[in-house]
């Protein structure tokens, strides 16, 4: 009981430390003044301001549709690639985890200019495309990183057990393997999506004219201080992934109560 | 052997957008261009090995090495925590745990200025209540809360995907066999999530030791740290041959350091990153 | 969990070949490149120049004029028009990154105060066109620092440890420095970079932190009693809080222009004359400088503003208030001698 206690206390003081921040940006969102460093009274104004800003709007849809398209793409090569590395030996594996460590090892900036030279070298106008194609490289390890712990989990002889059975090396895999490596494959899309949604330098080398990133947007505005419209569209983002959640976790919880009336 | 054709596209696709493009800028760091033609020279590489640089890339390690431990003990029970739960409300909290992570960076680390500054809402809530005010900004504790804070998902999810599969037959076998909690969790638990742990720290290190925007907001840029300096080289001094050595230079060194501790890992365990 | 999968797959898809077929469509319209600072414009002023012009207007914007450059140097974007500060066009023209504008497309030039035409980063005045300008002086707190402030030696003195914010940029650290030694903030001599060196380490004890652009929430939120500012957000810092007080320290500051100019990979020259020219048309002029509040060097637009704000000498100061004060150049060769001070500076 006391250990079931401190577990909900230990958990809740560590979200409580997670979102203590996102707090602070919800209640300055209403803030009537510029500046985060006093409270001069209530507003929406931030709000009505940020629907009549066309470049947030459009640089909200680019971070977006950048962060899906790249986190899917990246958990798909990437959850393939864990497969393979995994069923490498010696040298080759070496040589290849390297490789992969590469571009989380890098700073951000060694990474955004040398993507941008390959991209003008190879004579790529830059925008929209390099931009993801350069999202999609540095996603690529967090979903290696996350998939293969759970496959050196993985009980090999299941696999070759569904071979025995008759089942194709495909369909094993498909069968077989990827439900059981699942919280792997979706904790990397996660952790993918998170990079990719709030990367700065890199999107800023790698894109070009008239593409640009929330980050870009807000890292460009520093200089004259943050404008609480991003307070506000930070807070409205917050706010409908919440209600996202809510809805899944009702729809979850129904399908559950229905399956255990069907047992 | 068997043959891997399936990380083929992956191979393919990290030579085309991570070798060839670090090979594009690695090039300046023992290359010299100018009129006179293209040259080769060592300079940028001793240059690293001047105490000064060595002092500031030893400083980022620490900082990165302190913040990665902390990450790890208190991510470790949150991961245990949320693979323990039984309900379907497991993969909810997950996804709440990276949220605030989605939110812009520079946006969450002014709100944690304004949280910990003398005048902040911490100093204020103590004040009211009769405490007296602690002193956090600016200091190194305050670059390690930046760290640790905006690390930890990175450390949790890897720990926690790999808990939640390890079979409750195994622990239940070592509780009937009259282990203790803790020795299940040392002798049971813990080395069998550690191909998780060894993810989460990779994920948490590497990039700690290169980040330098938390140290300038957070510790109001007191000192330079290894990221700070490289970004320095590319873009306010133009020297990008110094800039690539020094990013050369750490490469290699965190890759060796890694070997040798997966080397070590695999003698105990088996497995490990290599 | 595979229908959801597959959803997604097929959204992802149809929104690439939607934007695919939008990149073909509708090239007809002449286009034009802005490439500038973040906030930094009034953008009803983008959306008049479109209508006037009938010339689709692109704009970007950038945090630092360093990203800038590398974006420009590389050759992998094509802006038309840029806004970068003085040193770095100093440093453009020299490397022949820039394209010579021709005056007589720009006929609203004659607006701008003679004061601002041919200074040191671009002597004949052929590359730029002013848009902003400013000082670096010090902000204080006048209910923290009761003697007068004129001088960057206060920065120095003990009584105010720990509340003094510095900048966290190496040419402007160094540059102030170097201005209270009498020195020029464009020097590239070893002795006198090296007795800055020495001032800048016996003062980090004092300074609460080396800031960035966050120095103004810092300052309006009373958390230092004196930092080092442009004079730009210094107007909007006393607006917030009547307490600060802004002054150019009487040994002289680094005078500063963000200007626009006309990059070689542009390909829309007439368009961009076009441009720079509305902007310095009185109208759009003063909008933008309302908007930004910094001060403008156009001086039709200046008396349009409200009189308390061109009438303050810290914001608008005369010739003799600036009398000291010297433009940065660009340091070329010189670069890295700032960059090892700063960094053992930084690992003291």
Redesign the interface.
């Given at each position: 009981m006391v250990i079931k206690l401190l577990k909900r206390m230990y958990t809740l003081f560590i979200f409580f430390f997670l979102y203590a921040p996102i707090l602070i940006l919800v209640i300055f969102s209403f803030n009537n003044?510029?500046?985060?460093?006093?409270w001069d009274g209530f507003t929406f104004k931030w709000y009505a301001e940020l629907f009549h800003?066309?470049?947030i709007m459009t640089s909200l849809y680019y971070t977006l549709?950048i962060a899906?398209?790249a986190s899917?793409v990246a958990t798909v090569i990437g959850t393939a690639a864990a497969i393979g590395i995994h069923n490498m030996r010696g040298i080759q594996k070496t040589f290849t985890m390297n490789i992969t460590y590469l571009p989380v090892l890098n700073p951000d900036i060694v990474t955004g200019?040398s993507l941008?030279?390959l991209?003008?070298f190879l004579n790529i106008?830059?925008g929209?495309i390099t931009m993801l194609l350069a999202h999609i490289t540095f996603n690529l390890p967090f979903v290696i990183l996350s998939v293969l712990p759970k496959l050196k989990q993985l009980n090999n002889q299941i696999f070759d057990a569904a071979l025995d059975l008759g089942a194709s090396p495909l369909t094993a895999y498909k069968k077989v393997i990827l439900p059981q490596i699942m919280p792997g494959v979706v904790t990397g899309f996660l952790l993918a999506f998170t990079m990719s949604i709030d990367d700065f330098v890199i999107s800023?080398?790698t894109t070009?004219?008239?593409v640009?990133n929330l980050a870009?947007?807000i890292?460009?505005?520093?200089?004259?201080?943050i404008?609480p419209k991003i307070n506000a569209l930070l807070t409205l983002m917050f706010v409908s992934i919440l209600l996202l959640l809510i809805l899944i976790n009702n729809r979850m919880s129904r399908e559950d109560e229905r399956k255990e009336k069907l047992t | 052997m068997k043959k891997n054709p399936i990380t083929y596209p992956y191979i393919l696709w990290m030579v085309i957008f991570t070798v060839v493009p670090l090979a594009l800028i690695l090039v300046y760091s023992v290359f010299t261009m100018d009129s006179s033609g293209i040259g080769f020279t060592l300079q940028h590489i001793k240059r690293v090995f001047e105490p000064?640089?060595l002092?500031?890339l030893l400083?980022s390690i620490r900082l990165a090495v302190v913040s990665t431990v902390i990450c790890l003990v208190l991510g470790y029970p949150v991961a245990m925590i949320l693979a323990e739960r039984h309900l379907s409300k497991k993969s909810i909290l997950i996804v709440l745990f990276v949220i605030p992570m989605w939110m812009n960076f520079l946006a969450r680390t002014?709100a944690w200025?304004t949280l910990l500054?003398?005048?902040g809402l911490i100093n204020t809530a103590l004040g009211a209540i009769g405490l007296p005010a602690i002193n956090i900004l600016?200091t190194d504790n305050a670059v390690i809360l930046g760290m640790v804070y905006n690390f930890l998902p990175f450390m949790v999810l890897p720990i926690y995907s790999v808990l939640r599969k390890i079979d409750s037959a195994v622990i239940e076998a070592a509780e009937d066999l009259g282990a203790t909690p803790v020795t299940t969790f040392r002798r049971v638990i813990f080395p069998l999530s550690l191909p998780g742990v060894m993810s989460g720290i990779t994920m948490v290190f590497m990039p700690a030791v290169t980040t330098f925007v938390i140290s300038?907001?957070l510790g109001?840029?007191?000192?330079?740290l290894i990221g700070n300096?490289i970004e320095?080289?590319?873009?306010?001094?133009?020297?990008w041959g110094?800039g690539s050595s020094l990013s050369f230079i750490l490469m290699i060194f965190i890759l060796l350091t890694m070997g040798i501790m997966s080397r070590y890992e695999k003698d105990n365990e088996g497995g490990g990153l290599w | 969990m595979k229908k959801t999968a597959r959803g997604?797959?097929s959204c992802?898809a149809l929104?690439?070949l939607v934007?695919a077929l939008a990149g073909c469509g509708g090239q007809k319209k002449s286009t034009l490149?802005v490439?500038n600072?973040?906030?930094?414009i009034d953008?009803s002023v983008l959306e008049s120049f479109e209508k006037q012009t009938g010339i689709n207007v692109?704009?970007?914007?950038?945090?630092?004029n360093?990203?800038m450059?590398?974006?420009l140097k590389?050759?992998?974007?094509?802006?038309d028009v840029a806004i970068p500060s003085d040193y770095m066009i100093r440093r453009m023209i020299s490397e022949n990154m820039l394209q010579p504008i021709d005056f007589n497309n720009i006929p609203n030039y004659q607006y701008i105060d003679e004061r601002f035409k041919n200074l040191a980063y671009d002597g004949k005045n052929q590359y730029s066109v002013p848009y902003m300008w400013g000082t670096v002086g010090i902000l204080y707190n006048k209910k923290m620092v009761s003697e007068p402030v004129d001088s960057w030696r206060i920065l120095w003195d003990e009584k105010y440890k720990k509340q003094i914010l510095m900048l966290?940029s190496?040419?402007d650290a160094i540059g102030i420095t170097l201005k209270m030694l009498g020195y020029s903030l464009n020097t590239k001599n070893q002795k006198e970079l090296d007795e800055a060196k020495e001032m800048l380490i016996k003062q980090?004890p004092l300074?609460?932190?080396?800031?960035?652009?966050?120095v103004?929430?810092?300052m309006?939120?009373?958390?230092a009693a004196l930092s080092v500012v442009w004079s730009g957000?210094a107007i909007?810092m006393k607006k917030?809080?009547p307490d600060l007080e802004y002054v150019i320290p009487k040994e002289g500051s680094n005078l500063w222009f963000d200007a626009m100019v006309i990059p070689k990979n542009g390909k829309n020259k007439k368009e961009a004359e076009q441009f720079i020219n509305y902007m310095c048309s009185t109208e759009i002029a003063y909008k933008n400088a309302d908007f930004?509040g910094y001060s403008t060097p156009h001086s039709d637009a200046r008396k349009k503003l409200p009189p308390e704000l061109t009438s303050d000498r810290s914001v608008y100061p005369e010739k003799e208030d600036v009398k000291n004060s010297e433009v940065f150049e660009d340091l070329a060769d010189s670069?890295?001698l700032?960059?090892?001070i700063?960094?053992?500076i930084?690992?003291k």
């Open positions: 003044s510029k500046s985060r460093a006093h800003d066309q470049q549709l899906i398209i899917v200019i941008m030279l991209f003008i106008p830059t929209f800023f080398f070009g004219s008239g640009s870009i947007t890292y460009s505005m520093a200089r004259r201080g404008n | 000064l640089y002092v500031v400083r002014y200025m500054e003398k005048n600016y300038r907001l109001g840029g007191q000192y330079t300096l320095q080289q590319f873009l306010t001094t133009r020297d110094f | 997604v797959l992802v929104t690439i934007l490149k490439y600072w973040g906030d930094y953008k692109i704009y970007d914007e950038f945090a630092t360093e990203d450059y590398v974006k590389a050759g992998g974007s094509d802006y966290d190496q040419r980090k300074v609460l932190a080396y800031v960035g652009d966050e103004k929430d810092k309006i939120g009373n958390e957000d909007f917030e809080n930004i670069l890295p700032y960059d090892k700063w960094t053992e930084k690992s």
